[in-house]
């Protein structure tokens, strides 16, 4: 069973958002994303400072079986990476919603973060996925 | 890939397998895959051309297997269950051929390990198998690879129909065990065009009865080309 922590916000992209106490959001990929892509051996992330729209990708997280894009959450300006994170993309596996942080973004506009799914949606949507998988 | 960046920007809706040849040898790498200098001169020495994928994973020489290619929407699927879709379809194919083929449960790879060539056995695809690749008994025989983008997904993997595992050595450099089998080890004789169409009747086969598959689109679009 995946793990969903209840202070984040969620995308239909298997990413989290953390709403930080200066209005910026940290950005990762949740429980669920790393396990299904499997060993994480690299990442390909923006340049600090680099614009960002919600919704389009902002770069690639390949794992021992699969290249697969990230997407930007929210519009905004990416503030920060997590360097330590893209030299040992283990961190991803072991610990997603702590160490194998990713990015972190200035919102454009911070209602947006409003929009993404809450802890109680987004297991509700994995539900929904994992019924979808078992019909076929 | 065209086909995909198609079916990306939604020119064509169509999904396809795929089933080719290589014109000769070549090595294709994955594409986050750092290529020294010392390969690339080997390679151009043995006149090997060296050609990046678009999808992630190490080394493969190809030239003397068939690869296949599968490009679908994967809806709700997860990297593990497409595998598994397109596995089912492999597993047919070969089974006609009387080789019992399964998805490997073999060596783990090991995260954090860089993607570097030449490292060792690690550096290429069949020097290494994980949970989604067809192995028979204990031998890899089908390595795969997947990008996803955008609701869609190309899979592509190469099936060797002889042993290249000298060629492969000799190219990447790797002194690990033999993990990998071949066609011609399996079913002496069977040429690439046999391989061809056992594959592309097990795709039908699996695909055709399921009773609700993601990617039954794709039966009929299917194309052979050899």
Not at chain 2, 16 to 30: E, H, K
Not at chain 2, 83 to 97: D, F, K, N, Q, T
Not at chain 2, 98 to 122: C, F, K, N
């Amino acid at each position: 069973m995946s793990t969903v922590p209840q202070d984040l916000r969620y995308t239909r992209e298997h990413e989290w958002a953390r709403l930080e106490d200066d209005g910026r959001l940290t950005i990762g990929v949740t429980d669920f994303a790393q396990e299904q892509l499997g060993d994480v051996v690299f990442l390909d992330l923006p340049e600090v400072d680099s614009a960002v729209e919600g919704g389009e990708p902002l770069g690639e997280v390949e794992s021992t079986k699969s290249v697969s894009d990230l997407y930007a959450p929210v519009t905004g300006t990416v503030v920060e990476i997590n360097v330590e994170c893209k030299d040992n993309p283990a961190a991803l596996n072991q610990d997603p919603y702590g160490e194998g942080w990713l990015l972190v973004l200035d919102p454009s506009d911070p209602a947006e973060f409003d929009g993404l799914m809450t802890p109680e949606e987004y297991s509700q949507f994995l539900e929904e996925q994992a019924g979808e998988g078992e019909e076929g | 890939m065209a086909l995909f960046e198609n079916a990306i920007r939604k020119e064509s809706l169509r999904s396809v397998v795929r089933i080719y040849r290589w014109d000769g040898p070549a090595l294709s790498v994955g594409t986050h895959q750092r290529v020294s200098e010392e390969l690339a001169a080997r390679c151009a020495r043995l006149g090997v051309p060296v050609v990046r994928r678009c999808t992630g994973g190490s080394a493969v020489l190809h030239g003397r297997d068939l690869t296949y290619s599968v490009v679908a929407r994967h809806g709700t699927r997860g990297v593990l269950e497409a595998y598994s879709e397109v596995a089912r379809g492999l597993i047919w194919g070969l089974a006609l051929l009387g080789i019992d083929a399964r998805v490997g449960m073999g060596s783990q790879s090991t995260a954090g390990t860089p993607v570097t060539v030449p490292l060792g056995a690690r550096s290429a695809c069949f020097g290494t198998t994980v949970g989604a690749d067809l192995r028979v008994g204990s031998a890899k025989i089908c390595g795969s690879a997947q990008l996803r983008r955008r609701g869609w997904l190309l899979q592509h993997g190469s099936i060797p129909l002889a042993d290249d595992r000298a060629l492969t050595r000799r190219i990447l450099r790797h002194s690990g065990p033999n993990t990998s089998t071949c066609i011609e080890h399996l079913r002496p004789g069977t040429s690439d065009a046999e391989l061809s169409a056992c594959l592309v009747l097990g795709f039908e086969r699996s695909w055709g009865s399921a009773r609700e598959v993601a990617l039954e689109e794709l039966l009929t679009n299917l194309e052979c080309v050899e």
